[in-house]
């Protein structure tokens, strides 16, 4: 169904890719919703898609020239910056990208979107190897933790005749993203959620450490959504470089002792959804050295003892009425291990994830999971960026403590 847009003000945003035929087809969905569309194309944008195109959709001149005539306001970029209610850059290159997280406003739309206060999505659109970039992602990291919504993009076909991840996301999928960005989900406001992220780290020496390679993002996700839907989010995080999400309190540990202790410390003090995404180590070695040990060539064997389990700890703690989320990560009988984990430490929802798939688990932008309920029911996810994710499980949250998520209608 189309989205109820009528007289919403968006603001258009094309860069120069070929996805950007596809924001004509966007352009024409938004007005079909009722928006007042204005496109905003750089130079390279142009040369893919005319102006002219835009302009026969929207009804309203396009503005590509930053020093052009001023037609649209006094400034006709600071006009445009204030009037927008929302900004949708698609196709977004590693340029624009890249220009955003570094402040650099060099042109009409960069400047546009450096200085309104609208929200802003981003749809990326470029070849994987460039989508996949250390830099790219970590520009797009960076606009995340500011506010900025990603619009992940799908894997397939693309331009260069290869298959990967980097197509941009479909007009449909933008079109329902402008109308969440309008209308932000409410659904957890003033609801007190404790979310667990990353590894925890257990010393055998001042050199050396048990691990495993979670790197966090899930759980970091989780936290972002809960927080723009109102809760009040503390999240407790294993040793990892992502940047706390905007209106989130965090606290940094090292060891699973450490996450135990500060977990069950802001359960004390009250909470009413914990979702515990940690990849907590299970064991740590009985003795830890207080010098580096040295090489000798000899065979070197740890004796290892178990850490607390925080799950469980939790599960026997847990009031009427709180929520309690855990993640299995699973390698072999998936289903069977995810609901004996689920009863044993009294969960009412379990995402079990299979690390051996492709693109899911540890250190994967996407992930592909199955939810598992307390009473039988289990839910398959397609693949989806983590940050999707994050929105899917909070919708169920949100049932689960009788409120409406942003997947009911």
């Known amino acids: 169904m189309t989205a109820d847009l009528a007289g919403r003000r968006i603001l258009l945003g094309v860069t120069g890719g070929i996805a950007a035929y596809k924001a004509a087809h966007l352009a024409s969905r938004l007005v079909q919703a009722g928006a007042q569309v204005q496109v905003v194309m750089t130079e390279a944008a142009a040369r893919f898609v005319t102006p002219l195109t835009f302009e026969a959709l929207t009804g309203r001149r396009v503005l590509t020239d930053l020093f052009g005539p001023q037609e649209l306001g006094h400034v006709d970029h600071v006009e445009l910056a204030h009037w927008a209610e929302a900004v949708v850059v698609a196709p977004a290159t590693a ?12 042109d009409a739309l960069t400047t546009v979107l450096l200085g309104t206060a609208a929200p802003i999505l981003l749809a990326p659109a470029m070849e994987s190897r460039m989508y996949l970039n250390p ?4 520009n797009l990291r960076t606009l995340a933790s500011r506010g900025v919504r990603i619009a992940e993009p799908g894997e397939g076909h693309l331009a260069s005749g290869r298959r990967g991840p980097g197509r941009m996301a479909e007009p ?17 406001e003033g609801v007190r959620v404790l979310v667990t992220a990353g590894p925890t780290r257990e010393h055998i020496d001042p050199v050396r450490f048990l691990s495993n390679p979670s790197t966090g993002r899930q759980g970091f996700a989780v936290a972002a959504e809960a927080a723009r839907r109102g809760a009040q989010v503390l ?11 905007p209106g989130v309190e965090r606290v940094d540990v090292e060891s699973a002792r450490e996450m135990y202790q500060a977990v069950m410390d802001a359960f004390e003090r009250g909470v009413d959804v914990v979702i515990k995404a940690a990849a907590v180590s299970d064991y740590r070695p009985r003795t830890r050295l207080e010098q580096k040990r040295k090489k000798t060539g000899a065979a070197w064997v740890l004796e290892l003892e178990p850490n607390p389990d925080i799950l469980a700890a939790l599960g ?3 009031r009427d009425g709180q929520v309690l989320v855990g993640f299995a990560a699973e390698t072999d009988e998936g289903h069977a291990h995810a609901r ?13 994830n299979d690390v051996g798939e492709p693109g899911a688990g540890f250190a994967a932008a996407t992930n592909r999971v199955d939810l598992l309920w307390r009473d039988g029911r289990t839910r398959s996810l397609p693949l989806m ?3 999707d994710l994050a929105r899917v499980l909070l919708d169920e949250v949100a ?3 009788g409120r409406a998520g942003s997947g009911d209608a």
């Open 95 to 106: 340029n624009v990208i890249g220009k955003l997280a570094a402040g650099i406003a060099d």
């Open 235 to 245: 999240l407790v995080a294993g040793p990892t470089d992502l940047p706390t999400p």
């Open 399 to 401: 049932r689960l403590l």
């Open 316 to 318: 026997r703690r847990r």
């Open 135 to 138: 830099a790219v992602q970590a």
């Open 385 to 387: 960026s983590k940050e």
């Open 172 to 188: 449909d999928a933008l079109l329902a993203l402008v109308g969440e960005l309008l209308a932000p989900d409410r659904s957890l």
């Open 340 to 352: 004996a984990k689920l009863e044993a430490k009294n969960l009412d929802l379990i995402v079990l």
